[in-house]
C-alpha cells in the first residue's frame, strides 16, 4: 500500500505509484507538512505530480526545468508546458501568447531551427511568418504530447513554486528528484537527462550514474538557447513540431538523440 500524503496520485501512472511514495519519505516531513498547511504554492496538490502519468518503461529522456510556470493557469506539473497557451501560430508568426512566454517562444524557435525551417540569427516574427506551417503541429498541447510520445518525463528540480526563492524549493524537493533519478537509472539505463538552467544543473552532484548520457544548457529563457548548437544537434532528429504521420519514428532509445561521441556530456 502506497503513502500518498496529501498529494493526487489520480494522473500518476500505475508504475510510479510505489515509486513516488517512497520517494516522499526521503524529504523533510516539516516541508511537506508547510506544504499541506499553505495551499498558496502553485502547481498545487491536484496537478503536482501529472509528470508521472507516462509509464516508467516508456521514458527515453528526463527534461528537468527550474520550477512551475508563476501563473496558475500556466502550471499544470509539467516542466516547461504553459497550459494558458493554446494556439502555435498567427498570420505575424508566433501566436500572442507564445510570443509572450519567453521560455516557450524559445525552445519553439530552437525547434523549428532544428528542423530546418528557419537559419540561425533569421527566427524573428517576419521570418516564421513565412515558414510553411502545413508540416507542423499548430497547438500546444500537441507539441507536449508528441514530447511524452516519445518518452519525456518532464519533472522541475522544484515541483512548487511558492513566495520563498526557488533556490530554497529546489533544495528541499532534492532527496526526491535523487530518489527518483536512481530509481529510473535502474530501470531506464538508456535514458537520457537533460538539465536547463542553474538550478537543473546542480542536480548533477546527486547523480551517481557516471556513464549516464547528459546535456547540460542554459536554460530557454537565454536567447543564446535558439542557437545553441548541442541542443540544436540532440533535437534533430526527434522532429518533435512535425506532425507524427509526417516525420521518422521517434528513436527506440535516449542514446540516439545525443549522438556519436559526445554521447556521455554535451555541455560541461
Known sequence: MTKSYFFNFNSVDPSWQLPLSQALQTMGPQYLQQLQ???????????????????????????????????????NGYAFWDAAVTDLWSPQGMSKPVNRATSLRNMIKMLLVAEGCLLPGHTTQSDIAQVDKGPLLKTNSALFRHLLDHGFLLLNASLVLQSTSVRKDAIAWQPFIKYILDYLFQQRPEASLILFGN?????????QQP???????????????????????????????TLPSLCPSPPVTGGEGLGGEVSQDLLR
Do not use: C
Open 211 to 241: 556513464t549516464m548520457k547528459r546535456l547540460y544548457a542554459e536554460h530557454p529563457y537565454n536567447h543564446s538557447f535558439i542557437t545553441n548548437p548541442h541542443v540544436i544537434a540532440f533535437f534533430r532528429p526527434l522532429h518533435l513540431l
Open 199 to 207: 538550478i537543473a544543473k546542480s542536480i548533477d552532484q546527486l547523480i
Open 37 to 75: 498547511e499553505h495551499t498558496d504554492w502553485l502547481p498545487g496538490a491536484e496537478t503536482i505530480f501529472n509528470a508521472f502519468s507516462i509509464p516508467v518503461n516508456q521514458i527515453n529522456y528526463i527534461l528537468l526545468g527550474e520550477s512551475p510556470y508563476p501563473r496558475e493557469k500556466s502550471a
